[in-house]
């Protein structure tokens, strides 16, 4: 799911140890970032990126999915 006009991917990485983490790419495989670093008890999963290119949606879950939560971050993993 590309932005318009951007030529990034989202993707995860899991099974780390660490959760799983959201990072973002560049088509060319430039601009490798992390954006995410959810821990060991998270699961950062489903990124979307906003019509504009600018934030990124994604399901956060529990390691154990009894909870999760809708969240929204600017590509660069800040909040808004």
Do not use: M, Y
């Not at 006009?5 to 973002?24: P, Q, S, V």
């Not at 992390?34 to 390691?63: C, I, M, N, Y």
């Amino acid at each position: 799911n590309l932005p318009p006009a951007i030529d990034d991917l989202a993707a995860g990485n899991c099974c780390n140890g660490k959760g799983f983490e959201l990072w973002t790419i560049g088509v060319g495989g430039s601009g490798l970032q992390k954006v995410t670093s959810p821990g060991g008890a998270t699961l950062d999963q489903g990124a979307q990126f906003s019509p504009r290119g600018t934030r990124l949606v994604f399901e956060q879950d529990a390691a154990d999915f009894s909870s999760s939560r809708i969240v929204v971050v600017r590509t660069d993993g800040t909040h808004p």
